[in-house]
């Protein structure tokens, strides 16, 4: 049996408690909500209306009623409404992710997906993976946001699909040409406290079939906290062209280079300093052969740079260290529609190498390919997803990743999921070929494995709510940690099990008064399988509240709660005793056929909390900030 019976029963009794209160603290909605228009109620029961078709869960778009992976959808509407600024601000209010975030305001936030590790989680912009090969971590702070159409989350392994992403996959979406007009843009700009800004601007249009969009942003700030201060600049261009209705060809390209300091560190007496380059670019193509037959084949290619320093502020002494690393590739696949079934077949490769002097040899290559295969086979309300992928790596082996998963919709209200998928992670080469003084290599390292199993429900039929929930499990084995050697040096090794086995819920009301309101919950219980010890440093409870106001004319405002319970160890002297709470208000104060101005206001960490898992990572506290948006 999956999930043990005493567990099972926990969980359930925990769900019913966490809806039912979620419900009962939205009571007055309930009776409100039966006296609203058709068109309000609509708008609940097409809460997925501007999210139906995700491409994340196959690699090919398909509706979200026939996704069996717990997945979660943030539009570009949804970011603008909170002012983030970076993916990191995004991800903190997903229910089922936890950020741990260490000064505010594009720093180096780590973010774990249902108590993965940060290197489990694969992120990727435009099919281009952002994470580091000698960390296998992705620098959310140093992702902006103003060029996202979309993300798209998978909680839990993916790689029947994308290989390597144990814990899930963070997919961005960035914004198409605008077919409709020839040229149209929006520009923005924010002030705020410790001379913080954001100053964005992007283009979009099409011109005589040439579809293109441009966009540059810069993000500054002296430091929300001492020695936080952050200079970058990102820019990002997508073009698009169409010689047949059938053939579409595509090319991105973004670049974006900034300095941070990640913030003083008592512990050690040092100020740790970082730059960091970051440049990828695609080329793709998709040819309608048929109807029933599409053909996509792209090219991709990355350069990263990645310069720390440590400096000692006693003494003056500083010690840095640089990793440069380039990755090459292509993928191909073919979709093919035929009666019930979606069949999608295709190949990945890539080439990357690191250079770094902590690095054995000072150079190492990554080197890796795929094939993979994915069905939906769709009978009525039915749907069934069977995966399955083979992946070949130069470093650690290679791996079968199967998966299966099942939806049912239950009177046009309600889907029923169920999914099953064995995943895995490669380890990062810092493990593998590890130099330096402290770390050797252990180039017989073998990938991170998981086990993961997941049911859920996504409803309407409560009338006035949105609700979904999902209860899950992953069994990790094979994690990596490090061993002690008699020279006092260390080593990578292959020894972790682990389980993290938990439930997350969301409701979302319909608007009363134009005003509707929003709650999550997800509860991780991470032990180590061997011990049955809780894991420490790894968020057991997260809430999240809301309320959204829209009157659709000229006010907007959002009010945003976040509580993570880090269950941190007693040396890192954590706190997070406080909820943390965002208001972000916009005004428009003009408009007419072609500009529109808005004027927005965000207090961030509205009542000064304190809300961290290590005590020299703090995070931000109560800062302000204002700015004008324009559209034309």
Not at 218 to 229: F, N
Request: hydrophobic share 40%; proline share 3%.
């Amino acid at each position: 049996m999956i999930f043990p019976g005493s567990v099972t029963r926990r969980w359930l009794i925990g769900i019913g408690i966490v809806l039912g209160g979620l419900v009962a603290g939205m009571g007055p909605w309930i009776s409100l909500a039966q006296a609203q228009s058709e068109d309000d109620l609509k708008i609940l029961e097409m809460f997925y209306e501007d999210k139906d078709l995700v491409v994340t869960p196959s690699r090919d778009p398909k509706p979200i009623s026939q996704v069996a992976e717990n997945i979660t959808v943030i539009t570009a509407k949804e970011i603008q409404a909170i002012n983030a600024h970076t993916l990191a601000d995004v991800l903190r209010f997903v229910p089922g992710i936890q950020v741990d975030v260490r000064g505010g305001f594009a720093s180096v936030d780590n973010v774990s997906i249902q108590g993965s590790s940060p290197r489990h989680a694969l992120v990727l912009i435009d099919g281009v993976a952002q994470n580091y090969l000698s960390s296998s971590v992705a620098d959310l702070g140093g992702i902006p946001v103003q060029q996202i159409e979309r993300i798209e989350i998978i909680k839990g392994p993916a790689s029947s699909t994308w290989g390597s992403s144990l814990g899930g996959v963070i997919n961005i979406i960035t914004k198409s040409p605008d077919e409709n007009r020839r040229f149209g843009g929006t520009a923005s700009a924010s002030i705020g406290e410790r001379t913080t800004g954001d100053f964005r601007t992007d283009l979009s249009g099409t011109v005589g079939g040439l579809g293109y969009y441009l966009y540059a942003g810069g993000l500054t700030s002296d430091g929300l906290r001492s020695g936080m201060a952050v200079d970058r600049g990102d820019f990002y261009t997508k073009l698009s062209f169409e010689p047949t209705d059938e053939l579409r060809l595509l090319f991105t390209l973004g670049y974006g280079k900034g300095s941070r300091d990640e913030g003083v560190v008592p512990t050690y007496d040092a100020l740790l300093r970082d730059e960091t380059r970051n440049l990828f670019y695609t080329f793709s193509l998709n040819n309608a052969l048929s109807d029933k037959v599409d053909l996509d084949m792209s090219i991709r290619g990355a350069e990263r740079r990645f310069d720390q320093a440590q400096l000692a502020l006693k003494s003056g002494v500083e010690q840095s260290d640089s990793f440069k690393d380039g990755s090459v590739g292509g993928s191909a696949k073919m979709t093919v529609r035929d009666g019930i079934h979606q069949l999608v077949i295709g190949a990945d490769y890539d080439n990357g190498v690191l250079k770094a002097d902590s690095i054995s040899g000072g150079r190492q290559r990554l080197e890796k390919w795929a094939v993979f295969a994915n069905d939906t086979i769709v009978v009525g309300n039915f749907s069934l997803t069977p995966g399955l992928r083979y992946d070949w790596t130069s470093t650690n082996g290679d791996f079968i990743s199967p998966s299966i998963g099942a939806t049912y919709t239950l009177y046009d209200k309600t889907i029923l999921r169920a999914y099953v998928a064995r995943g895995f992670s490669i380890p990062p080469l810092s493990a593998t070929y590890a130099g330096g003084s402290f770390l050797v290599p252990n180039p017989g390292l073998g990938v991170e494995k998981v086990w993961s199993y997941a049911v859920g429900f996504e409803t309407t039929a409560l009338n006035a709510f949105w609700l979904k929930s999902t209860v899950f499990r992953h069994d990790v084995s094979n994690g990596l940690n490090t061993e002690s050697l008699p020279n006092g040096n260390f080593v990578a090794v292959n020894k972790d099990k682990q389980r993290f086995q938990g439930v997350e819920a969301e409701i979302k009301s319909v608007p009363v008064f134009n005003t509707s309101v929003l709650g999550g919950f997800s509860f991780v219980d991470a032990r180590d399988r061997g011990t049955d010890e809780i894991l420490q440093g790894i968020a057991r409870y997260t809430i999240d509240f809301g309320v959204d106001y829209d009157d659709r004319k000229t006010l907007k405002g959002t009010l945003r709660g976040h509580y993570i319970w880090w269950n941190a160890a007693q040396d890192s002297g954590g706190d997070y005793s406080t909820i943390i709470w965002d208001l972000t208000c916009a005004k428009k104060i003009f408009e007419n056929s072609s500009v529109a101005a808005d004027f927005f206001f965000t207090a961030h960490n509205l009542f000064n909390g304190s809300q961290y898992l290590d005590k020299n990572f703090q995070n931000a506290r109560r800062w302000f900030e204002g700015g004008l948006r324009v559209a034309f």
